[in-house]
């Protein structure tokens, strides 16, 4: 069974940066698709960014392009969310998740992590 575990989350200001961390576990981690997911309070969790499994190739949501960098580290089972510039509006609960897709859709994953809150003060 995959496991997936994010840390990294935290308070920071305006314009800061952070970097989130999802380390994967129960299968081949190089033969998954890996997105972030996002939720504020209120509100329905959307689409951040994903990688594919196959050449790496990244996707971005438009309210992050530009400032948010998605990798991954196959030796490590660990993806990341390099974020730069952050906005109040980027408050949220940051999920990750894996697929076994190619290139998965927007909600094409089969597993999802527990979260890890990102607070950007104003």
């Known amino acids: 069974q995959v496991q997936l575990v994010e840390s990294g989350g935290g308070l920071v200001q305006t314009g800061g940066s952070l970097r989130l961390s999802c380390t994967f576990s129960?299968?081949?981690?190089?033969?998954?698709?890996m997105g972030w997911f996002r939720q504020a309070p209120g509100k329905a969790r959307l689409f951040v960014a994903r990688?594919?499994?196959?050449?790496?190739?990244?996707y971005y949501a438009d309210s992050v392009k530009g400032r948010f960098t998605i990798s991954r580290d196959n030796t490590k089972s660990t993806v990341y969310l390099q974020m730069n510039s952050l906005k109040p509006e980027d408050t949220a609960v940051y999920y990750c998740?894996?697929?076994?897709?190619?290139?998965?859709?927007?909600?094409?994953?089969?597993?999802w992590g527990q979260g890890t809150q990102v607070t950007v003060s104003s």
């Open positions: 990688i594919s499994w196959s050449v790496g190739s990244t």
């Open positions: 129960g299968r081949t981690f190089s033969s998954y698709s």
């Open positions: 998740a894996a697929s076994k897709a190619v290139v998965p859709s927007t909600w094409d994953y089969d597993y």
